[in-house]
């Protein structure tokens, strides 16, 4: 073993003192009447292994572990070196395999597990106007208002509904994306204004000044990002509306009846069409709220809905029945892509353990022309043990080289996934490297190398010593090829399994496409048509 220069003082006087104590022992045997020759052999015979004696006594030092396996590294790349062909084949077979799991975790990362952009998400949930016949129906402004007022247990509440302005009087006519809230929805978010500010309580009523916030990309887009803009009034559709502040025109809520992207946001509370007040009127007009610290869903739920029975009480007419349904936000968000996600991570999983039994047969195959090699090894002394940490520590070698290409190329499968998935998928632009994948990435490239590599170093662990030195000897041949075969089957199971999979996934897509819809959708265009103020 190669030593540090630090160390080298020490083993010399390891040697010394083995030296003197096998001469004293011969000299003793010498005075008992044995021959210089014989007491020698008979002190090295009850001395016992030299090499395991030395190894034994550097454990005592200290590092002797970081020592050996720097030497198993050594040994493992130069065996790697001398086999280029073998190499390449298990690098890249195994490097696909993890970069279509750590692609796949990317999205599963970025969509499932990351937490939402805002301040203690976990508090954050989704409410619907549930009705007798439909779980996810939208609030009358009205009823709305009685929530947020009579509610015990959320921080905060506020509604949104879609709509859109005709912008004029700046140029060119524009259509606008339009978002109504009420004031609280930024600051709930724990959204700050990139100028100006953002809206007041005391707004969000009628007969106060109109007022309107600017999406980040329309006030750079329509007015060069110019501080100026704000506090001066624009036009939507033909109205007066005071800009106050400018905010991101994406607050990734993909939840029902909120837009994707917004130009501006007006507040709910100014919108003056009488039949907007209408109890029995929805308008697709949801909401999203936080709850109290330390309150829980089921306990939200369970008081919102004491008010929506106090509601149908008063108001029998048009709330009998009704309730609230609510969910975390984060649920709301991602609840029906989880499935798919999950279903596409266990099948590429499928595929690594396919891609580690194909490694696995390979480094088997292998070992056959290394069993003279370990049969040396344990001759002169090296334990069961110490030949499986040798094994060990090459396919750790190589599963780190494939695991180093398979990140590489997660970058680019990355992004080929999600062309692949659905582009309504949510919170994609959250889908990245950060460390929980390449925590992911360590944790399957160490699996892997453990898994194709530990059924190889236990069978060459304990060679037939009289059979493998033997030339010619074939000993343990049988047992590798019953290890071969059961890796066989291994892959022509999960091979199956990811055939059947992709076979039902096939069909249901197949049945998805052939759904009648009740109409000729053939040719058919979906057409917005904006009119001029006044009509």
């Not at 939402?116 to 009358?140: A, R």
């Not at 009480?313 to 349904?325: C, Q, S």
């Not at 892997?448 to 170093?457: D, I, N, Q, S």
Request: hydrophobic share 45%; charged share 20%; aromatic share 8%.
């Amino acid at each position: 073993m190669r030593l540090p220069r630090w160390k080298k003082g020490q083993a010399q006087d390891l040697d010394k003192e083995i030296q003197s104590h096998l001469a004293m022992a011969a000299l003793d045997r010498e005075q008992h009447g044995a021959t210089p020759e014989a007491a020698k052999v008979a002190a090295r015979r009850e001395f016992g292994n030299l090499l395991l004696v030395q190894e034994t006594t550097r454990d005592m030092w200290g590092w002797a572990s970081l020592e050996r396996f720097a030497q198993d590294l050594r040994s493992g790349g130069r065996m790697l070196a001398r086999s280029p062909g073998f190499s390449v084949v298990a690098v890249l077979t195994l490097a696909l395999g993890i970069a279509i799991n750590t692609a796949l975790f990317s999205v599963v990362n970025g969509v499932l597990l990351s937490p939402l952009p805002y301040p203690h998400p976990e508090q954050l949930v989704s409410m619907f106007e549930s009705k007798p016949h439909f779980e996810k129906g939208s609030f009358s402004y009205l009823n709305f208002l009685d929530f947020q007022q009579q509610n015990r247990t959320l921080a905060a509440i506020a509604a949104y509904r879609g709509t859109s302005f005709t912008l004029t009087g700046s140029g060119q006519a524009e259509q606008l994306q339009a978002q109504m809230i009420s004031a609280g929805l930024f600051s709930m978010l724990g959204i700050q204004p990139a100028a100006g500010r953002l809206f007041t309580p005391e707004e969000d009523r009628l007969g106060t000044t109109p007022a309107v916030i600017l999406s980040t990309e329309l006030w750079k887009r329509k007015f060069g990002g110019a501080p100026e803009v704000i506090g001066r009034s624009i036009l939507l559709d033909g109205a007066s509306y005071l800009v106050v502040g400018v905010v991101p025109g994406e607050l990734q809520l993909y939840i029902q009846n909120f837009r994707k992207t917004n130009d501006v946001y007006v507040l709910m509370g100014q919108f003056a069409d009488p039949h907007f007040r209408d109890r029995n009127a929805s308008w697709g007009t949801d909401a999203i709220a936080r709850l109290k610290p330390g309150v829980s869903v089921e306990q939200a739920r369970a008081d919102l809905n004491a008010v929506a029975r106090k509601l149908g009480a008063d108001y029998p007419e048009v709330n009998k029945g009704i309730g609230v349904t609510m969910t975390s936000l984060k649920e709301e968000m991602v609840g029906d892509v989880r499935p798919l996600l999950l279903v596409l991570l266990g099948a590429v999983g499928f595929v690594l353990l396919i891609a580690c039994g194909n490694v696995a047969n390979l480094l088997l195959a292998r070992s056959t022309v290394r069993q003279r090699e370990f049969a040396i090894r344990s001759a002169l002394g090296a334990s069961p043990l110490r030949v499986v940490r040798q094994l060990l520590t090459e396919t750790l070698l190589l599963a780190a080289i494939a695991g180093t290409v398979g990140l590489l190329l997660a970058g680019w499968g990355t992004q080929a996934a999600l062309r692949l998935l659905p582009a309504s998928i949510p919170r994609a632009s959250h889908v990245g490297m950060d460390w929980r994948v390449l925590g992911f990435t360590l944790a399957i490239t160490v699996l892997a190398a453990v898994v194709f590599g530990l059924a190889p170093a236990m069978k060459t662990a304990r060679p037939d010593l009289h059979e493998e030195l033997k030339e010619g000897g074939r000993g343990g041949s049988a047992a590798r090829h019953r290890a071969q075969a059961a890796f066989v089957i291994m892959e022509m199971a999960l091979a199956l399994v990811l055939l059947a999979g992709a076979g039902l996934m096939s069909r249901t897509l197949a049945q998805w496409w052939r759904v009648n819809p009740g109409f000729d959708a053939n040719n058919v265009v979906l057409l917005g048509l904006g009119l001029p103020p006044g009509m």
